[in-house]
């Protein structure tokens, strides 16, 4: 279904996302597909059991034969039978700075994935359509890695401490002003690990008593850190507002579940953009239905932070929202801007009582010095040198647009050859759906083949008939790579009969580029 | 509807977070001004540095950082993607294949973070249902490990092998009542090699010989051990001299000894390759930046080519844990040979804070007079068992015997004059 939607003036632009049905028989033939692995699956391990085939697993100590198993039988058969043939697609090894051309190390595997030797061959120049590299910031030359290397000689690698006892650099507080400054708030605070921001922040903020209104696709880190905190969790349908609205209504009715007391405090926790569907929050719904409820809203850019935006601000940026209307806005620095760890700002109160009460402040290290630079580099040069000013620099700039441009172009022509795509048109994560197992292994082979890296996922991470191939643009990605790209995607289409859309577009003239594509409608 | 209506608008919730009063003792940092190396700039002052766990002086060695400058001019300062997706480099699997060449084992795994090494670790091999044995002082990062992974947790005494025999011997009996339960229910003993919290060691060979009598399987925490104990720094396994093969899976930060950022856990492959698919914080989070790998390289070269330096460090460790001793109105708490001390008040005054509070005139002399040094950090309202409030002394390779000296004197002196 696709739906233009302009809510009552709530959207200030056109919301375009859309999720296309799966074919009917392209569902019944994936069934049938996982059906005849798993039936294959048992027969290996009958003959593995009894020794007609060589088992290639790693197995227990002798002297621990007799413990409890380690792992159960059955979790395994998965990663036994199926992950293991197509295993090749991931963990792919590579040797130079990931940009938007990288070097992968050949690997080749003469057991069927078992085991993998190096060829010591090194494939050059593979265009890079996986990495999370949104504004190109992943370089080994310019200023940001001068800075870096600068620092990194007067600083050195790590920090042997803790951020509350002996870990708090200058170059910390340096940063998080700079970072309050970006996202437009009264303060921020900065963590060594995305992943860990989630997990050790979530518990700090909510506890017993408390209500989380997690997403459905929410990812494992906001997950995890809602488990931890012990509140009460309730899941509402993905990107659904009327399912959000129904839950927070009963919440605050009925209160909490066995003693009807009225909830402390009611969490929402959502991300910018998912990295798996590729869709947009509904920011200006969920914020009106915050508002309304009186609930907090947790916001996770861990994708959309530089990426979307006129100004790279990331998704309250780019629905013209205000800052102030997002209670905790969280997100990482490994997209954007080329480095590691996480952020979280808000009101000064906020992130004072992170400061005393948060699980990573007290007990995890802080962030190494270098890569502290590189984030100060990486947002002085889109702010603009002097750290003041609230707008864009002309570098800044050149790299928001080609992002942009890129994501409508590839998304438009992908569209045009026929694929299945996920997701919002302006969301630099494009999905492309291919359904049946063999075609995830197929897909990315086939692609590597033609000196293109792109990212497969299947089972878990998505539902099972759904898995898809996900192509991550960059800034740092030129019209002729991506030209390069999209011919070798439409061979590989055609050769894979990957092509089921039923919704044709009519592809449109390709027009120039400018300032003001943000503003018009799409027809 | 019209009640539902009224509900609504009645309701109020608790405000987001509760106000943290200026004075808290956590909420102003110290400000390192420059390098946490040896001789440390605080809040404008210059110190020897007494408070960073920077073990084998790594942290400033010319060699390590020009590996990661190497490695920077290679590959950039971010790896942009999580080690399924392209985010894998060479190096990571150079710092693997050492590490496990190393440590002696077949295998090891990197995080990009300390704290969610042994936090993911435990939860990928113990679910809702099997039994964990965990010491009462384990550190946070064993507890959230713990939390996440909804198993049953029993906590035994600080290293009192014969109150976790005791648990052992009643889960034995419940074992009896229903053996089909029994015989899918796994159980592990977690324990650290040399504690953070109270500075001694876990004795090894007494729980190896409690893991074969039971079918315990043990988890071995070695932050603060690796590259401090044993003939070449290979943790607590090397320093009683017990087989690596029986330490089930050991997990260690290299934020310590190795002076970098990240962690890794190494044990037999049949063990540590179940993580690569569901260790949460290898598989959904981005991969260690290569300059921090390079980093570690090369001070794994660095304690490979010498291993005296372990000596060293522990005659400075007997030293100033002599030196110590004695002084009025502070405990010393740790092994003689124990890097990370803690020195506690004999006698406390009634409360946490009074007692943090004259803790705290402590250091702050110290820190006026040239030492660093910094209390122990807790999370007071999070810890399962929270320890005494005390001040941290880390000894390094780096401070001389004078310096040793000098700042056992000066809390000599400052125990006088505060706690008097």
Redesign the interface.
Known sequence: MNHIVHNGGLYKRPFNEAFEETPMLVAVLTYVGYGVLTLFGYLRDFMRQWKIEKCQNATEREEQKDFVPLYQDFENFYNRNLYMRIRDSWNRPICSVPGAKVDMMERVSHDYNWTFTYTGRVIKDVINMGSYNYLGFAQKAGTCQEAAAKVLSQYGAGVCSTRQEMGNLDKHEELEKLVATFLGVESAMVYGMGFATNSMNIPALVGKGCLILSDELNHASLVLGARLSGATIRIFKHNNMQSLEKLLKDAIVHGQPRTRRPWKKILILVEGIYSMEGSIVRLPEVIALKKKYKSYLYLDEAHSIGALGPNGRGVVDYFGLSPEDVDVMMGTFTKSFGAAGGYIGGKKELIDYLRTHSHSAVYATSMSPPVVEQIIASMKCIMGEDGTLVLISPVGKARVQQLAENTRYFRRRLKGMGFIIYGNEDSPIVPLMLYMPAKIGAFGREMLKRNIGVVVVGFPATPIIESRARFCLSAAHTKEMLDTALKEVDEVGDLLQLKYSRHRLVPLLDRPFDETTYEETED | VQE?EE??EE????P?????PKD?P??N?????????HI?T?NGKECI?F????FLGL??NEK??SA??AS??????????P????????V??ELEERLAKFMRTEEAIIY?????TI?SAIPA?SKRGDIVFVDEAA???IQ?GL??SRSNIKLFKHNDMADLERLLKEQETEDQKNPRK??????FIVVEGLYMNTGDVCPLPELIKLK?KY?V?IFLEESLSFGVLGEHGRGITEHFGINI?DIDLISA?M??S????GGFCCG????I??Q??SG??Y????S??P??AA?AIEALNIMEDNPDIFQTLRAKCERIHKALQGISGLKVVGESFSPALHLQLEKSCGSREDDMKLLKRVVDYCMNTGI?L??????EK?EKCLPPPSI?VVITVEQTEQELDKAASLLKEAAQSVLN
């Open positions: 539902k509900l609504i309701w109020q919730p608790e987001l977070v509760s106000p943290v808290h956590a909420l940092y110290n400000i390192v001004s420059g390098p946490p190396t440390i605080v540095n408070a960073s766990f920077n942290l400033d390590v950082k990661a400058q920077l001019k290679k590959y950039g300062v971010g790896t942009c993607g080690r399924g997706f392209y985010g894998t480099f060479d990571h699997l990009s973070y300390g704290f969610a936090a091999y550190c946070f990062a959230k939390q996440a029994a015989r899918v229910t796994r159980r074969y079918k399987r093969d930060n934020e310590n190795l002076a970098s950022i037999r492959s049949f063990i390759d179940h690569r698919l949460q914080g598989c959904f989070s981005a260690l930046p300059l921090l980093a660093a910094t209390q122990a950090r807790y999370l999070e941290r």
